[in-house]
């Protein structure tokens, strides 16, 4: 299981970034039917959710992220996306793409870095 993070970088407040994440290996109907999450965690603090859709189809976020941030996915391509809005600099961070099946088994990928200047 790979899942591939992408679409980081630096940006000024107030600007946008869309994240990706491919899990182009696995089996469709896993990947369908799996919760799928973006996870973030700044340098000193711990990891925590971000926003969450699941296999069902209903998204949740992070009340600090409301409103800016909004998660879809594409189950055809294996893909989840973090398309991120109004950006602020407390949005530095390494942002993880995670998926959880309904086993309960989760798998992280990389990471990617979203730093946002003042």
């Known amino acids: 299981v790979q899942l591939q993070a992408s679409g980081g970088g630096l940006v000024q407040a107030g600007g946008s970034l869309r994240l990706a994440c491919a899990n182009p290996?696995?089996?469709?109907?896993?990947?369908?039917?799996?919760?799928l999450g973006w996870y973030r965690q700044a340098p000193g603090k711990q990891r925590e959710l971000v926003a969450i859709?699941?296999?069902?189809?209903?998204?949740d976020v992070a009340d600090s992220v409301k409103g800016r941030f909004t998660i879809s996915r594409d189950n055809s391509k294996k893909m989840v996306y973090l398309q991120m809005s109004s950006l602020k600099p407390e949005d530095t961070a390494v942002y993880y793409c995670n998926r959880k099946e309904i086993s309960g088994r989760a798998y992280w990928g990389q990471g990617t870095q979203v730093t946002v200047s003042s």
């Open positions: 859709t699941t296999s069902d189809g209903r998204t």
């Open positions: 290996r696995s089996i469709s109907s896993v990947f369908s039917g799996s919760d």
